[in-house]
């Protein structure tokens, strides 16, 4: 590849950058998702609800999960399709998800 055509594909790269960054942190604001959608059962700061049965997130079992199973469990209710989670069905999109995954990371370190 020429030095000039690596030049330009940079150049679109960094505009495209630009323009997706304020987009994505938005989408990423997986502590405002956690407070909107998960709170409400899990609790705050994910400690759960033992009472209620709802699990804490901050458990080393959850915390145990691998980001895959983690997100397939937000996404789709995990291995047995529980409805209360599936929800990518309720319009939560996959880059939310990710961030909610991050976000349960971060409350299990504290
Ligand atoms: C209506 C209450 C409720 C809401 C809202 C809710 N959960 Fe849950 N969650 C539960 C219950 C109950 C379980 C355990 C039973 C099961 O397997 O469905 C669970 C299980 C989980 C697990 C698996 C934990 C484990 O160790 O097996 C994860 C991860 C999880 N929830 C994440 C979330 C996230 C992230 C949200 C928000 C997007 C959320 N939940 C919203 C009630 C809720």
């Not at 997706?20 to 400690?47: I, V």
């Not at 069905?89 to 998800?97: D, R």
Request: proline share 5%; net charge positive.
């Amino acid at each position: 590849m020429k030095l000039s055509k690596l030049a330009a594909l940079v150049g679109v790269i960094a505009v495209a950058l630009f323009i997706m960054l304020p987009n994505l942190s938005w989408a990423e604001d997986g502590g405002a998702l956690y407070k909107a959608k998960c709170a409400m059962c899990h609790g705050a700061t994910g400690e759960g609800k033992p009472a209620a049965k709802i699990p804490s997130l901050v458990s080393e079992k959850t915390q145990g999960m691998s980001d895959a199973e983690l997100t397939d469990f937000i996404a789709n209710g995990g291995p047995s399709k529980k409805a209360t989670h599936a929800f990518e069905k309720k319009g939560v999109t996959p880059e939310q998800v990710k961030a909610l995954v991050a976000h349960i990371r971060g409350m299990g370190k504290k």
